[in-house]
């Protein structure tokens, strides 16, 4: 008997490789013991929240006895967050944004999906760099567009302009450019950005529609040795930025979010209108109340990322002595190897068997490397340095 929509049948074909490797990890653990398993697989910061989220949970506590203390509110979230995260923001972008251009979200994800289901037509396409997120085909699938991955450069992953002009057409209604990447680590350079937008503002007079740049960027306080994240607010007209404080705040299943369209945009204030809607009719129906209130205390606040950029060094070296070849990640939380043997999925089956677990890089639209994420404790990644080295010499 057929349960599922013939489209859900598929997309859960596709994501079968993390689901699959996600599976064998819970059957190592319960196998092996969670403390012989070294997994890498997935985004989750395990860093305690800031302490000044602790303080704005206690101080919420304190107004629990208030009528609708824990009630519905407008659709994008309360008046006194959208504001005090426009004054944030303004800073951070350095543009001048006000509560209206500011829409709070069920995460960067419900974010990405109430832009898509206000701005795309029945087969639109929507352009991401390849490799890129995993879930972009279905936030813009969800909504009646298509997904189309361009390649980056070849070994750098750095933007290609080339391959994007050429893959612009008159259906192309938004490019999403996540910077600091998952899964490479890559971060886009002012340059590489300025030319991008001179090449979307140059597309998008030809076709008489502009195509939005939707900037996705809730690892952007995570860049390491100084590297520049260019805010990109003040350089289209068109430009949204889609964020959260899953990984800032170490707080991703509060699911708090936002949207934040730049106050050049002519009619953003049709396309606000369009937002608040999708929030509430795709069934989010309002970003959460406490993850708002968690948010207003703790903005400007953010996890220690010298944790992280500790990590990465510590796996850098590991992977380095194990002989791999691979880029030092400019931001983020992953690394992005070659896959010894060229075969990334039978190279992530190896990495199992040494009891490591990685997501091959073709589940990013990246065959041929594979993904680390190093949101884990330091000694787990120095536990990993045996099991990695034999699984390297395997390919040798
Ligand atoms: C590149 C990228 N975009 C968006 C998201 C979604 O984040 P959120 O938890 O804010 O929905 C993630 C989560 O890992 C991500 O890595």
Redesign the pocket.
Same mark, same amino acid.
């Given at each position: 008997m057929e349960l599922l929509s013939a489209a859900m049948a598929d997309n859960i074909g596709k994501g079968s490789m993390i689901r699959r490797m996600f599976e064998a990890g819970i059957a190592l653990k319960r196998e092996h013991g969670e403390e012989a398993v070294c997994d890498f697989s997935l &985004?989750n910061p395990d860093l305690p929240p800031p302490p000044a989220v602790a303080d704005g949970l206690r101080s919420l506590l304190g107004g629990m006895d208030k009528p609708f203390a824990l009630g519905y509110m407008p659709n994008g979230g309360f008046d006194w967050a959208r504001n005090a995260l426009a004054v944030h923001l303004s800073g951070e972008q350095g543009v001048p944004l006000t509560g209206g251009e500011v829409i709070l979200t069920c995460? $960067? $994800? &419900?974010g990405?999906n109430s832009l898509f289901k206000a701005i795309l037509n029945p087969g639109d396409q929507v352009l991401g760099i390849a490799p890129y997120?995993v879930?972009y085909g279905a936030y813009v699938g969800n909504h009646g567009g298509v997904f189309r991955a361009v390649p980056s450069r070849p070994e750098t992953f750095a933007l290609d302009l080339d391959a994007l002009d050429a893959a612009i057409t008159p259906e192309t209604r938004a490019l999403i450019l996540?910077s600091p990447n998952?899964p490479t680590g890559q971060v886009y350079s002012r340059r590489e950005i300025t030319d991008l937008c001179a090449l979307l503002e140059r597309r998008s007079a030809r076709t008489g529609r502009p195509i939005f740049l939707v900037a996705?960027e +809730?690892?952007r306080f995570l860049a390491y040795d100084g590297v520049e994240v260019p805010a990109l607010l003040p350089l289209y007209p068109y430009a949204i930025v889609a964020s /959260?404080f /899953?990984k800032n705040l170490s707080m +991703?299943g509060e699911?708090i &979010?936002y949207l934040a369209l730049s106050p050049r945009m002519e009619g953003r204030e049709d396309l606000m209108a369009g937002l608040l809607l999708a929030n509430r009719i795709l069934g989010f129906v309002n970003p959460p109340v406490i993850g708002q209130r968690l948010m207003a205390a703790a903005l400007g606040s953010q996890v220690d990322a010298g944790v992280y950029e500790r990590r990465r060094n510590a796996m850098a070296e590991v992977l380095k002595e194990a002989g791999y070849e691979f880029l030092l990640p400019k931001g983020a939380f992953y690394f992005f190897p070659r896959a010894p043997g060229g075969d990334d999925v039978a190279f992530a089956d190896t990495l199992r068997r040494h009891l490591i677990l990685g997501v091959s890089g073709s589940a990013f639209g990246g065959p041929g490397y594979f993904r680390l994420a190093f949101c884990v404790e330091e000694a787990v990644i120095y536990r990993a340095a045996p099991g990695l080295r034999a699984a390297v010499r395997e390919f040798a």
């Open positions: &985004g995460g $960067a $994800a &419900g990405l997120f879930e996540n998952n996705d +809730p690892y /959260s /899953s +991703p699911r &979010g």
